[in-house]
T-cell receptor, first 113, second 114 residues
């Protein structure tokens, strides 16, 4: 059974801090790993990672994948209160012709002013 | 609107009632997914459509759950004889194609069964 585990489950920081969120996985026929940000509404797409060692970056957010050790990290630098959300990691498994996602339980990030 | 929309946004049902949840995917998106998200958990896969064909329903928790997408666009998730354990947020997502396309999520329908 495919499994995705995120850590920590929750994190409280102050504005300006840097945070690292972790995601480890065990899936058959790995295709890609995705990060989503979920506020009190739809998860919004952040990154899709398919290759090891290639950092993806968007503003203050960056992410990297290690396919040998089966994990990914999401970094957020200079955090802002607007970064407060649940961050979801999901892995897309193959064996099918479509992207079936298995999600982790999420990391709740709270950024205090 | 360019995004995925879902209706209703909130639904309260008495145990035993049937409910129908609607998803309008992004126009032209081939793939449509339904997920169930319990409080404090990540979304869990329920079922997948490629156009009008339901190719995977392995995540549907029981035969009380039924989904359809008859014309390959709008989809409906129906839950018959609702139980308290069905209380959750039901998320719909669509993606444009079959390979390496991120899924775009709707706002979800929060179902509360009393």
């Amino acid at each position: 059974e495919d499994k995705v585990v995120q850590s920590p489950l929750s994190l409280v920081v102050h504005e300006g801090d840097t945070v690292t969120l972790n995601c480890s996985y065990e899936v058959t026929n790995f295709r890609s790993l995705l990060w989503y940000k979920q506020e009190k509404k739809a998860p919004t797409f952040l990154f899709m990672l398919t290759s090891s060692g290639i950092e993806k970056k968007s503003g203050r957010l960056s992410s990297i994948l290690d396919k040998k050790e089966l994990f990914s990290i999401l970094n957020i630098t200079a955090t802002q209160t607007g970064d407060s959300a649940v961050y979801l990691c999901a892995v897309e498994s193959g064996g099918t012709s479509y992207g079936k996602l298995t999600f982790g339980q999420g990391t709740i990030l709270t950024v205090h002013p | 609107g360019a995004g995925v929309s879902q209706s209703p946004r909130y639904k309260v049902a008495k145990r035993g009632q049937d409910v129908a949840l609607r998803c309008d995917p992004i126009s032209g998106h081939v793939s449509l997914f339904w997920y169930q998200q319990a409080l404090g958990q990540g979304p869990e896969f329920l079922t997948y459509f490629q156009n009008e064909a339901q190719l995977d329903k392995s995540g549907l928790p029981s035969d009380r759950f039924f989904a359809e997408r008859p014309e390959g666009s709008v989809s409906t998730l129906k839950i018959q004889r609702t139980q308290q354990e069905d209380s959750a947020v039901y998320l719909c997502a669509s993606s444009p194609g079959l390979d390496y396309y991120e899924q775009y999520f709707g706002p979800g329908t929060r179902l509360t069964v009393t």
